[in-house]
């Protein structure tokens, strides 16, 4: 028996399990994955690392920037570059005048999440297939690959709104009522397609940008050098990143490989840059729930059940890391008001990791 389990090891669910840990309870975070961060991904692949999900951090908020501070002061962050060059059709490459920092990890941005997760209880490689109501007026969960249960007496689902839907639906409305199921329902993502691509060292010209966004392409969203995020990189690698149009064409589609080849074929002809067409290497990954479209109105979505449940996450009144993190924090002191109301102070969160 655990006080909190959480659900989902992505930004929102580790906001949230450290602020509660921190409190004083018991917190188990369950994972299915076998990594922390959830779209803030990395993946070690040729002997470098590649940024598949969010690509860096543009703090705005007061509570993102302390946090880009902090991990900037313990070389976890620096600022990759000030401007995200623009591409039209019939255009040349736009250049903008403004600049604003981004931020990435030199080692990946899964390494926020590492760091984020830090001094927590973390199950990972453990998806959970079933929550039911025990006699003994608990949570019950059932986890897939071990058929293992575990117990607790709150629970915060912090997974994008149409898994979380896929879980809580069979607890009925005999516990969840129809209002909170249709407020779930409604949550909306854009899926996209991100293709990661290495070069032979010997291609040329590499861009001048680091970062170009397709502002009307009907298949390209985004593209990043990304080895230039690495240090002494031993040879150039690309992600790109779909329009939500293109992965929503190819969501079901079981081989990604020519999708992805098609991504930096239209690259390619986009960017004038032939050799983008012949990679070394290639590895395609679908992220399914992007970027919340349509999101929840308010920072949590609880439900009026006998025990705790919140549902938390990027898709909670806003989207990107800064939101997630808010969730997280606000589904903190949600699931604190139902149970001890032990001291929960945000404004102190991130003194938690000095």
């Not at 407020?183 to 854009?190: I, Q, Y």
């Not at 992600?239 to 098609?262: K, M, N, Y």
Request: overall charge negative.
């Amino acid at each position: 028996m655990t006080d909190i389990a959480v659900i989902g090891a992505g930004i929102a669910g580790l906001a949230c399990a450290q602020q509660l840990t921190q409190a004083g309870y018991s917190v188990l975070v369950v994972e299915k994955s076998r990594g922390l961060g959830g779209r803030v991904a990395t993946r070690r692949l040729h002997g470098t690392w590649a940024d598949h999900g969010a690509c860096y951090l543009k703090p705005k908020g007061e509570l993102l920037r302390r946090f880009v501070e902090l991990l900037s002061d313990r070389d976890i962050l620096k600022v990759w570059t000030d401007k995200v060059y623009e591409l039209k059709s019939n255009a040349p490459i736009y250049q903008p005048t403004s600049s604003c920092p981004r931020y990435v990890a030199p080692g990946g941005m899964s390494a926020i999440a590492k760091f984020f997760g830090q001094g927590l209880e973390v199950l990972l490689n453990q998806r959970v297939i079933a929550i039911t109501l025990t006699p003994e007026n608990s949570w019950r969960l059932t986890l897939e690959s071990s058929n293992e249960e575990l117990t607790a007496r709150a629970i915060v689902v912090a997974i994008p709104a149409p898994q979380a839907l896929m879980l809580l639906t069979p607890l009925g409305e005999s516990l969840l009522d129809a209002v909170f199921l249709d407020n779930l329902r409604a949550v909306e993502f854009d899926p996209c397609i991100s293709a990661i691509a290495g070069y032979f060292p010997t291609s040329q010209p590499l861009p001048v940008w680091k970062a170009l966004s397709f502002m009307d392409d009907a298949d390209l969203a985004w593209i990043g050098l990304d080895s230039s995020k690495r240090s002494n990189p031993q040879q150039p690698h690309f992600v790109v990143h779909s329009s939500a149009d293109f992965a929503q064409r190819h969501l079901e589609t079981q081989d990604l490989q020519p999708a992805g080849e098609h991504l930096l074929q239209r690259a390619a002809e986009s960017l004038s840059l032939p050799w983008l067409n012949t990679p070394d290497w290639i590895q395609v990954h679908r992220w399914r729930y992007a970027f919340p479209t349509r999101p929840w109105h308010e920072a949590v979505l609880s439900a009026e059940t006998p025990l705790p449940l919140v549902c938390c996450g990027d898709w909670c009144g806003g989207n990107l890391i800064e939101g997630a993190m808010l969730s997280g924090l606000a589904a903190a002191e949600q699931i604190n008001n139902q149970m001890r109301h032990l001291p929960l102070d945000n404004i102190n969160f991130l003194n938690i990791f000095n």
